[in-house]
């Protein structure tokens, strides 16, 4: 009945997730990295309008962390957010992580997201393995203050983008309209 309620007003009203958002009891929105992605953002980046009732979109340059649970559509202890990458400059390739508070600091390397086989994501090797590359996934730290001199805080963002053959064939040809989708989430102190 849930599901039946979800398609009717996703055809109908594309623009908001439904209200209520109801879940049997121990059911969780807990995706795979590989499921973010061919899943979820590659839909995003075909059709922007694609609304997916677990994922918000927010720009999130413009809310602290410790704000963003209450922009989220659901979750506990993580959420998830649609955003279009923030440019730091009009021409160049260097994302803008600051907000008014602070600021998002990559740590680590980006690692590969690999699989296939989702409903969008076609497998390119042929023995079905899942191991082709779909997207990349970047490691941030929330740090309050300016850098250098910034305080770190135990907020963390899992930021997924499309890589590889998902990106030549799905991705935006414009590099100013560079969808991701993020998973937020306090660190144990």
């Not at 001199?149 to 135990?154: A, F, I, P, S, V």
Request: proline share 5%; charged share 25%; net charge positive.
């Amino acid at each position: 009945m849930v599901v039946q309620q979800q398609q009717q007003q996703q055809g109908s009203n594309r623009s908001r997730p439904p209200p209520n958002i109801w879940l049997p009891p121990g059911f969780r929105f807990h995706p795979t990295d590989n499921e973010l992605i061919t899943f979820y953002l590659v839909k995003k980046v075909v059709n922007t309008k694609f609304v997916a009732h677990a994922i918000a979109e927010v720009d999130l340059n413009k809310f602290e962390p410790w704000d963003l649970p209450e922009k989220a559509n659901m979750g506990e202890k993580e959420w998830y957010f649609f955003s279009l990458r923030d440019r730091k400059y009009p021409t160049g390739m260097r994302t803008n992580r600051a907000t008014e508070a602070g600021y998002w600091k990559a740590t680590g390397k980006d690692r590969d997201v690999r699989g296939g086989g989702g409903s969008n994501v076609n497998n390119s090797n042929s023995n079905g393995s899942g191991t082709s590359l779909v997207g990349m996934k970047k490691t941030l730290v929330f740090y309050r203050g300016r850098a250098p001199r910034g305080e770190k805080t135990n907020w963390v963002m899992h930021e997924y983008r499309l890589e590889g053959k998902t990106a030549y064939l799905y991705g935006s040809r414009a590099a100013k309209e560079e969808w991701v989708v993020c998973r937020i989430f306090q660190k144990k102190a």
